[in-house]
């Protein structure tokens, strides 16, 4: 089983639409979490991190369910802007040098 | 403010050959690390500084080495190219929880 799990999708959706990715992870140790955007071959940023009682920015909220080891993203009123790959990192180790990358999830949003 | 500046940006090699891919960080950020995005994969750490002279192993070290003699430079050398080390290599410092991108190097080794 992978450390960190995503579906690779895409993801197709119209724009203005509500779309959710869940990430899964198997190191129940895992201490914090994170989920960055990358765009077609361009370098990963931080969208958000993820704190255990949901947070939320805009119209992105992401979640963390500690008990079935996910963390999930939602976008509301999607941009085509959004067209991206979403990777779900987590960090299994202190200090933030042990961070594990998903493979992503790819999100196409259409006119 | 350039952030992570990375080169080259593109490369092919020979199998056998040497180079170093060069990374430099102007945000005085004591930890750097250095990455390689397979297609369809995640990100996988190579090697790691959490400041000048102090270095350490990732994930996926071999084939590789790295040196880190100043603050803002981590450069990172492939000794004898393989097809196996066809990827794409990121760069990146660290503040806090944030890590900062370079822009990327793709390499591909025939």
């Known amino acids: 089983r992978k450390e960190v799990e995503q579906d690779p999708g895409p993801f197709n959706v119209p724009e203005g639409a509500t779309v959710a990715f869940n990430c899964t992870y198997s190191?129940?140790?895992?201490?914090?979490f994170f989920w960055y955007r990358q765009d077609c071959r361009k370098e990963p940023k931080l969208l958000m991190s993820v704190y255990s009682s949901g947070n939320e920015d805009g119209r992105f909220t992401a979640q963390l369910n500690r008990a079935s080891q996910y963390i999930s993203l939602l976008i509301r009123d999607s941009k085509l802007s959004d067209s991206a790959t979403y990777l779900c990192v987590v960090n299994v180790g202190g200090g933030y040098n042990k961070l594990i990358f998903g493979a992503g999830t790819r999100l196409a949003v259409h006119p | 403010n350039a952030g992570v500046t990375q080169t080259p940006k593109f490369r092919i090699l020979k199998i056998g050959q040497s180079m170093t891919l060069q990374c430099t960080q102007d945000m005085n950020h004591n930890y750097m690390y250095w990455y390689r995005q397979d297609p369809g994969m995640g990100l996988k750490l190579i090697y790691y500084s959490v400041g000048a002279g102090i270095t350490d192993k990732g994930e996926v070290p071999n084939g590789y080495n790295v040196s880190r003699s100043t603050t803002e430079d981590f450069p990172l050398r492939l000794e004898l190219a393989a097809p196996s080390q066809t990827s794409v290599y990121f760069c990146?410092?660290?503040?806090?929880?944030?890590?900062?991108f370079g822009s990327g190097t793709q390499l591909s080794v025939l």
């Open positions: 190191n129940s140790a895992s201490q914090s």
């Open positions: 990146a410092s660290r503040i806090n929880e944030k890590l900062f």
